[in-house]
Nanobody, 124 residues
Framework: QVQLVESGGGLVQAGGSLRLSCAAS????????MGWFRQAPGKEREFVAGISRSGGSTYYADSVKGRFTISRDNAKNTVYLQMNSLKPEDTAVYYC?????????????????WGQGTQVTVSS
């Protein structure tokens, strides 16, 4: 069982930056592949970024590649999402999630645990 709590969302102007954090409870954080997803009003939840258990492998949606960076600190049971060059279309509720899958996975059903989400709003 893993409990996830996101923080760091807010309102930012286009071109600005935000850093999201996701703190996990429990001693097994390092055994989970972690991901960030987002959901805008009226849209389906979509994959944003993922990271392997060790943090050595990362992967991104094309829409954020080169602008967002996912990282993790297993000693602190925390995963981060650094978001730069933000655009109005990045506005959404952002969720972190944990998956026990071995390989790369980008679909919501493959993630077992979810945080409550944090709102990111980018103004033009």
């Amino acid at each position: 069982q893993v409990q996830l709590v996101e923080s760091g969302g807010g309102l930012v102007q286009a071109g600005g930056s935000l850093r999201l954090s996701c703190a996990a409870s429990g001693r097994t954080f390092s055994t989970y592949r972690m991901g960030w997803f987002r959901q805008a009003p009226g849209k389906e939840r979509e994959f944003v970024a993922g990271i392997s258990r060790s943090g050595g492998s990362t992967y991104y949606a094309d829409s954020v590649k080169g602008r967002f960076t996912i990282s993790r600190d297993n000693a602190k049971n925390t995963v981060y999402l650094q978001m730069n060059s933000l655009k109005p279309e990045d506005t959404a509720v952002y969720y972190c999630a944990a998956s026990s899958r071995v390989g790369v996975t980008t679909t919501p059903p493959t993630y077992s645990y979810w945080g409550q989400g944090t709102q990111v709003t980018v103004s033009s």
